[in-house]
């Protein structure tokens, strides 16, 4: 892979895109129900961005006649998008990228039949990667982290929310929020931070969760917060983790410093979701056991439910979140990697629509709006991100395949060739279409 343009207020046109799903709408909020289908494809397209932003959409025809594109031919970069489909870069809106080393033990004890459950009372799972965080320093991690967005924006990434939490103690959570910041200022795409402290109760506090939670309230919230470290506070609440009750204290710490909040949720159990929603939360994610009678009450919100089927696959489940329900209850749907060292290790967003696809029974054009505009949605940067028009940041991914279906249907292959991030445009494959 490489970095073609180092500048992002360089002019940039797209032109002959095959086709171009501009995933713009007239309908207001998160997109749900039918409204989830609508791709507003374009054919014979053009984007033209300049200073990191898109600043018109349209006819190749119609661009190449407008006064300003034709006065400034030679200083524009242009790529020829003939017979490929370029659509907004994808938006995932949940991952775990603060993480040293690979859970190897775990994935072999699993193949040997373990479940999630008794490969954590083991001492596995999540608790097994904190001290590699606790004894890392900030560089190797932030050069972890960095190494993943690349991988990410390889695949079509161009926004990525990234989570701490397993540094579970307030110096290594702050190191690893530093580390996500060091990292982000190195990659031209957008990281939307999260402090994940309650990911976990460590062992050390196994005796007295209570203050453990104490300290996720009263210090890790406020100091990632006075240190503009987060966006989005985050806590795990399921069994065998945070309680609703914790849940909501944590949420309370967070609002009243300015925080964002989501939430992992039903992804064992049935998590009570109603005490939770007066914090607004902007996503709840997993969403594999939701309760019916909280299904009404979020149909009518606009708190996103941020499905992660990388997760089911790589845990060998039989059992997928109920994308259908949700989607025809009229809840706004989101998909994402979930990348983490336990559960899914990948960086792959079109694997992800694939398994959406095959296993949650979403069209190809549900997972692709999910993908992009209801991720950008669930993390607040809807009038930034995930769609493409003028006045929108310059995000764009172009895939090398005639027809936008191929894109979960290729599963495990790559077809991405070139991904917009900010602007700045990012080669995937040798034979760049680009000519400087
Ligand atoms: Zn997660």
């Not at 900030?138 to 397993?166: C, D, F, P, R």
């Not at 109603?274 to 919100?301: C, T, W, Y």
């Amino acid at each position: 892979m490489r970095i073609s343009a180092k500048n992002a207020s360089q002019p940039l046109l797209l032109a002959n895109i095959g086709v171009l799903l501009t995933l713009r709408s007239s309908h207001p909020g998160p997109r749900r129900g039918a409204v989830l289908q609508e791709l507003n494809i374009l054919q014979d397209a053009a984007v033209f961005c300049l200073g990191g932003k898109i600043v018109s959409v349209g006819k190749t025809k119609d661009a190449l006649r407008d006064p300003w594109i034709k006065k400034n031919h030679h200083k524009i970069t242009e790529i020829d998008c003939t017979g490929k489909v370029v659509l907004p870069g994808f938006v995932d809106a949940h991952t775990h990228p603060a993480f040293v080393v690979p859970r190897l033990l775990d994935f072999e004890k699993r193949t040997a039949g373990a479940t999630y459950e008794e490969i954590a009372e083991a001492g596995g799972g999540i608790r097994s990667s904190v001290q590699a965080v606790r004894e890392a320093d900030k560089k190797l991690l932030n050069g972890k982290i960095l190494k993943a967005l690349w991988a990410m924006s390889a695949q079509g990434t161009t926004t990525v929310e990234a989570k701490s939490g397993y540094g579970l103690s307030l110096d290594s959570e702050i190191m690893s929020l530093e580390a996500i910041h060091d990292a982000a200022a190195n990659w031209p795409g957008t990281v939307v931070p999260t402090l994940l402290g309650a990911h976990v109760v460590p062992m050390e506090y196994k005796k007295n969760p209570q203050k453990y939670v104490d300290l996720v309230c009263k210090q890790m919230v406020p100091l990632a917060a006075k240190r503009k470290l987060a966006k989005f506070v985050d806590v795990f609440c399921d069994k065998g983790a945070f309680t609703a009750e914790d849940t909501e204290r944590i949420f309370e710490a967070a609002t009243a410093h300015g925080l964002a909040v989501r939430a992992h949720v039903c992804q064992l159990t049935e998590t009570v979701l109603g005490p939770l929603l007066r914090f607004h939360p902007l996503s709840f994610d997993h969403m594999d056991h939701v309760n019916e009678d909280d299904i009404p009450q979020l149909a009518k919100r606009n708190t996103v439910a941020t499905l992660v089927p990388g997760a089911n696959y790589f845990l060998g489940l039989e059992k997928y979140p109920p994308a259908r329900k949700l989607i025809d209850a009229g809840i706004p749907v989101a998909i994402a990697t979930d990348y983490n060292p336990g559960s899914s290790p990948t960086s792959s967003m079109p694997l992800v629509l694939s398994l959406a696809c095959t296993h949650m029974k979403m069209s190809p054009a549900e997972s692709i709006a999910a993908a992009t505009i209801n991720g950008a949605w669930s993390l607040g940067l809807a009038e930034r991100k995930g769609s493409i028009e003028p006045g929108k940041d310059a995000d764009l991914a172009i895939f090398d395949v005639k027809d936008y279906r191929e894109i979960p249907y290729w599963f495990g292959n790559d077809h991405c060739e070139a991904t917009v991030l900010n602007g700045i445009i990012m080669m995937t494959t040798e034979n760049s279409p680009a000519r400087i």
